[in-house]
């Protein structure tokens, strides 16, 4: 792999050159943050206009998806009796390419500059988002130029997470607080698709198109933000770190920005590097030409295949509300009314409101406890009643659905961001690897190219059930979540009995 260069304006600006590690740190949480906000911000589109797209609400009918005269609207091909159908193979499309390409750029970032990697991924996901708008200012009615629109931009999209993964993980690998740290950072999802929904709920009253061109315009703009400022390891920043344990139990700090300055730091100090989130090898362990894991050796680290399996069916249940969760609310009476596909589009930003908090404290948690599946397990099962209440009760009344909602966004989202990231990071960074800091992208796309094959398959199982009514749906949700728990059986009897003989437990599972 040939060295990661600096970003083109710290070359410029001496001023940038000259910062130390809580600059940057701060710099490179802000804009990895950024930039898959901005990811998930051009996701949300699609869910938004597909009650737009499809079969339209009959007039003094609750059951939408009954044959009627009146539910030939909508746009072709999405908007006859199997409108429902199309739209989920449209999710189908962009999930399964992306879910491929994941696989993929776990090793591409492992072995390239991770700023240029990331920077192009989300200029071209930005281009194709445009691109599927186009498809209202030109009266595109050919579900081809749909997928393949789809699928391209699922192919640059997945370049995303392995690469932001790996520049918080270059900064911050051994945080003694990175379950909190990430489960913060995490949020950029329920951000990005709080303001997908804003943005393209506002959009659509103008024409669905303009629904797709801000989001895309706006993951394009964060992509030459990523490229002229980024700062992918503190190598490159000039802060490449070298330690040497003494017998008092102290570290000499050595960083190459002043040089022969020594800071003596002791191995508890909060201070020390380790909390300032300069993970342990980066310097003279891991220089930058450490050979990067195989594929099939990443699969076999310990605790990899048991959390992948959990994303797969914990990422199918979020990824279902992601691209549905509005359609559903158009199409549900809420107190004996229908909501317009504005309203419905603007209250699903409830779920990711509780997505937040849900990551934030699932990523506390987990750091209290010491315990990454013991966590994971009991935000899935708590998820369970919450989803029964949700589709039992959430259609009553407006404050019952916006509490329900939010209670269930929090119970499934954190798992999910609790696993992609922190988890992700831990066994990335593991003892089994020796220090290797190369395999972090690798597992991490493993881990999340698992969980997105699952995300490409909710969706379009509910396009084709949903029609069979939508306890059908809940029912695939409840199934999903109780799967996702028992996968993670083994992780959660191994953290129990290291918790009882006094082990940590994060990062070793």
Known sequence: MSPAKPPPLMSLIPFLRNKGILFH????????????????????PPSIVKSVLGPQIPTNETDPLHDSPHSQMGWAPFNGTEGTHRLGELDLAFLSSYAFGMFFSGHFADTTDLRIFLSSGMVLSGLFTIAFGFGF?????SLLYYVVVQVLCGLCQSTGWPSVVAVVGNWFGNSSKKGLIMGIWNSHTSVGNILGSIIASSMIKYGWGWSFFWPGLFVFLIGLVVYFFLVVSPEVAGLCVETEIEMNGNVEVISSDVPGKIEELSL?????????????????????HSKAIGFIAAWRLPGVASFAICLFFSKLVAY??????PFYLRHTAVAGVHLSHETAGLLSTIFDFGGVLGGVMAGLISDKLGARAITSVSF??????????????GSSSMSSNIGLMFLTGSLVNGPYALITTAVSADLG??????????A???????IDGTGSIGAAIGPVLVGYISTSGWNTVFAMLITSVFTASLSLIPAVISEVQNLRSGIPVSGTA
């Open 25 to 44: 740190n701060t710099v490179v949480l802000t804009i990895t943050f950024l930039a898959y906000a901005s990811f998930h911000a051009a996701r949300k």
């Open 137 to 141: 200012w030109f009266r595109v009615h």
């Open 268 to 288: 508890l100090d909060p201070g020390a590097p380790d909390s300032l989130g300069v993970s342990q090898g980066v310097g003279s362990k891991d220089d930058g």
């Open 320 to 325: 279902t509300f992601l691209y549905w969760l």
């Open 380 to 393: 899935l099962l708590l998820s369970i009643p919450a989803l029964v209440l949700y589709r039992v009760f």
């Open 429 to 438: 960074t593991q003892s089994a690897i020796k220090g290797n800091s190369r």
């Open 440 to 446: 972090l992208a690798t597992v991490t796309a493993i």
